[in-house]
Each structure stands twice: as C-alpha cells, then as structure tokens.
C-alpha cells in the first residue's frame, strides 16, 4: 500500500541537483523510489530553453549514479516535467515525487504515471496525439490505483514538439505547434476524465468552451513522447497529503487562486497564514492571455508586444499573485493554457499537508 512524499527543492542553476543529492545521501529519498519530477527554470520558456533538456540530462545522470541504471532507461519511465520561464517573483525550483510501496494505509492521495509512444512531428495536435493521450492517462489512472475519473484531482502532461516539423506537420511554425501540442494533450485529458466528451482535432485551438479544469499541459522539444503524471484520491494509500485544484476565471481571479488552497485545507485569507506555509508542498498553475485584448473590459498589451513574449507577461504577472497567496516564489506557473481551465484564465493545484 504506497505512500507519496514530495519534496520541493530550489537549484542555483538548470543543472543544479545538489539539494536532491543531499536528500539521497541522507536516504531521506531513496533514488529507485522516484517516480515523476516537475520544475521551473529559468530558460525563455519558449522552443530554444535548453535549460528543460539541462536539467533533464543532469537529473537522469544522477539517478543513474545513485540507482546502477541506464540513464536513457530512467528518462523513457520517470516523467521530468519542466516549464521554463522564472520572470519576476518566480523562483527557479523542481518537485521530486517519491512513491514508498512498501507503506500502508487505507485512502490518501495517488500519483501514477504514464508514457504513450513517441510520436512524430506529423502527429503533433492531430486526432492521434488527442488518442494517444487519453489512453495515456487512463493507464496512469490504473498505475496509481485509481477507480474512478471523478477520484483524479489533476493531470500533468509534458508534450513533444519539434524543433524542425516538417511538411507533414499541422504548422511550420514551431511556436503554433507547441500550442496545438498542448491543445491536443488537454483534450486527450479532458476525453479520459469525461471533461471533453467529443474531443475533436478540428476544435484544438478554436473552441476554447471546451477545456478541462484538470489538466495542465506544456511541451518541449526535450520530449518525443506524451508523459503523463495523475493526481487522485485512492484506496490502498496513505493519507495526509491533499490535492486542492481550482479554475481561474482570468488573469486577475484572486478568488480563484485562493479557493485552490482553501481546497487543500489551508485558510488563505486571501494569503495562506505564515504558520501554515510550511504545510504547502508545491503550487502548480496555469495561465493565459486573454485573447480579446482586455481583462475585465481593460486593455492589455501582452499579445502586442513584440519585444517580450506574450507568456512572459503572463508568467509575471500570474506568479506575482499565485507566490503572494503562497507566502513564497518557489511556484510552477506555466503559460500556454489552451483547453486548461476557462479561455482568458487558467487553473491552480495546490499540494499540502493535512492539517
């Protein structure tokens, strides 16, 4: 009956694991009982952040010297899921997730994971990516022991571009793909959770009234495959952590973003109390710009800018909010958040402590 521990761990630097290798020098984390590992760093967060593919490599290198395996082997099994973007309050971190099989319980929260095949550049943000990932994460729902789609809290996907598409592909245009890669993984979440019931390759990107508050997407050309990591409640377990995940209706959803760690137990008013911050594991969000060109009936310019990245408007702007409800910038707030939550908004997830 397995036991999930999290561990949020800041780095100086992409490749820096020093605080993990610590961990599994103490033994306070056994490296073969490491299952999924999800970060920010600091790269642009765009098609060329190496610093995903940096910290990956450097990752699976020291999982190798801790473990004796090969570390292609570890990568093709252990979801490293990796936002770039640290702009403003953000704080370049990564979460380690560890599963002790060997503890027992009765009901607690669950984390399963999953990899479809890797898949081409002419499959990116078509009918097959959409199938491809929802199988995936039916499978990690059965990793994890979960029964039920309405028992899976959140999903978390990291979705392959390419670097160099191809004629085949829907878009020559590498940054258009990367969002109809993160289109088609939500809606293949959105169809294995019953959020989407007719997830269509022709509404990726066009219909935002269909998304999923569970899901949370990003890709890179670090991946080849779909990784797929699921959150929910299941039996066998052991209780006291909680998952607490809650839509943002837009950019400026304070309530929203409070309500998520309400969900998880904590009494954010709207900031979470200093004595319960230490109970916060990880801050997971996502955000997007509100494509009418106004918040709330303001005009915004961060679709106009042609300076700066409409997404590193984003990530500033939302992290500055997410980090002052949290008490810290130690939060994964990614851009991008096509079919993730409300058009124009978003989604939190807060991992705790129980009180």
Request: hydrophobic share 45%; with cysteine.
């Amino acid at each position: 009956m397995p036991q999930l521990a999290i561990h949020r761990l800041p780095m100086a630097h992409p490749g820096d694991l020093s605080a993990l290798h610590v961990l599994l020098e103490s033994g306070a984390v056994r490296a073969g009982e490491i299952r999924a590992v999800i970060g920010k760093t600091e790269g642009n967060g765009g098609l060329n952040d190496f610093t995903r593919g940096y910290f990956t490599q450097s990752l699976m290198l020291l999982l190798s010297a801790a473990t004796g395996a090969d570390p292609v082997a570890l990568a093709a099994r252990i979801p490293c899921v990796l936002s770039g973007g640290t702009e403003g309050a953000l704080s370049p971190h990564y979460l380690v997730f560890a599963v002790d099989r060997a503890a027992t319980g009765q009901r607690g929260l669950a984390m399963g994971t999953a990899f479809s095949a890797p898949r081409p550049p002419a499959e990116i943000g078509r009918q097959a990516q959409i199938t491809a990932v929802a199988q995936a994460v039916r499978d990690a729902m059965a990793d994890a022991g979960i029964a039920r789609a309405a028992d899976v809290a959140l999903v978390q996907v990291k979705a392959p571009c390419a670097q160099a598409p191809g004629p085949e592909a829907r878009s020559a245009d590498p940054r258009v793909l990367m969002a109809l890669s993160r289109a088609a993984a939500a809606f293949g979440v959105g169809l294995a959770l019953g959020d989407i019931p007719e997830a269509r390759e022709a509404d990726l990107l066009r219909d935002l009234g269909r998304f999923s508050n569970r899901a949370s997407i990003s890709s890179g050309i670090e991946v080849t495959a779909n990784e797929v990591v699921v959150f929910g409640q299941a039996d066998g377990w052991v209780p006291g952590l909680v998952a607490g995940v809650a839509p943002m209706a837009d950019l400026l959803d304070l309530e929203g973003v409070v309500a998520a760690f309400r969900a998880a137990g904590l009494d954010a008013a709207p900031c979470v109390p200093a004595a319960q911050r230490p109970r916060v594991l990880g801050v997971l969000a996502k955000g997007e710009p509100e494509k009418s060109g106004a918040i709330r009936g303001s005009r915004h310019t961060m679709l106009g800018d042609t300076d700066l990245d409409a997404q590193r408007h984003l990530r500033g702007a939302l992290g500055a909010i997410v980090a002052s409800v949290a008490g810290h910038g130690q939060v994964f707030v990614s851009g991008g958040a096509e079919h993730q939550g409300p058009p124009g908004g978003g989604l939190v997830c807060v991992f705790a402590r129980a009180g």
